[in-house]
């Protein structure tokens, strides 16, 4: 099956401090990566969708000029929290998909503590 | 707006069947999704299901899609205590976007 990577797993970090999230998909193209967030015990939360060569799509409510998504190939994406702040401790995952919408794949996670 | 509803918590034992049932307010969905996730990973992609379809088998999952009442279910048959996770239920539009549902959380006693 298709296999999606995320650096690194864990990641503390002070706060005002920008911490980078990088996902890959390591044997296919993806066209489409989107990227969630996780409270514990809680459902994920699309946070914005990059498709490659273009501007990340953000959902209603998140702010683009904290989380910084750079789509730079086919299989890495980005995530870049600027200026973090305790609040934006959490579980961010990111799922890459191929031209095939069906299927959708997910990385493994990064756990962001902001101290 | 877009919106899908699981139960919380289901509890079986080693052996019995689980059915985990979901329900979403979409029509126009085109996919929907079962995924599992288990402690501080990531989701993995279990099975899914075209929404022309009623029914998909793949191993001991089985899942049943009732179009007109917007209820999705997944059953695993002889659930083993690996089987012990969160299910997550998920429609899905032409663009991809996935909503999700809150979870369920599977507990598989032996």
């Known amino acids: 099956g298709a296999v999606v990577s995320q650096h690194p797993s864990r990641v503390i970090c002070k706060s005002g401090t920008s911490v980078k999230i990088e996902c890959r998909s390591l044997?296919?193209?993806?066209?489409?990566m989107f990227w969630y967030r996780q409270f514990p015990k809680q459902s994920l939360m699309l946070m914005a969708t990059?498709?490659?060569?273009?501007?990340?799509?953000?959902e209603q409510g998140v702010e683009k000029d904290k989380f910084l998504i750079n789509h730079a190939s086919l299989t890495l994406s980005t995530l870049t929290v600027t200026s973090a702040h305790p609040e934006d401790s959490s579980f961010y995952i990111c799922?890459?998909?191929?031209?095939?919408?069906?299927?959708?794949?997910f990385g493994p996670g990064t756990r962001l503590t902001v101290t | 707006g877009e919106d899908v509803e699981q139960s919380l918590f289901l509890s079986v034992r080693e052996g019995d069947s689980s059915v985990i049932n979901c329900t979403y307010t979409?029509?126009?969905?085109?996919?929907l999704y079962w995924y599992k996730q288990e402690p501080g990973a990531g989701l993995q992609l279990l099975t899914y299901?075209?929404?022309?379809?009623d029914m998909k088998q793949d191993q001991r999952l089985t899942v049943l899609l009732n179009k007109k009442d917007k209820h999705l279910s997944l059953r695993i048959a002889d659930t083993q205590t690996g089987d012990s996770a969160i299910y997550f239920c998920?429609?899905?539009?032409?663009?991809?976007?996935?909503?999700f549902g809150q979870g369920t959380t599977l507990q598989v006693k032996p």
């Open positions: 979409d029509s126009s969905s085109t996919y």
């Open positions: 044997d296919f193209q993806a066209t489409t």
């Open positions: 799922s890459a998909r191929e031209d095939r919408p069906y299927e959708q794949y």
């Open positions: 998920a429609e899905s539009s032409n663009t991809g976007k996935l909503i």
């Open positions: 299901i075209f929404s022309n379809m």
């Open positions: 990059s498709n490659e060569g273009s501007k990340a799509t953000y």
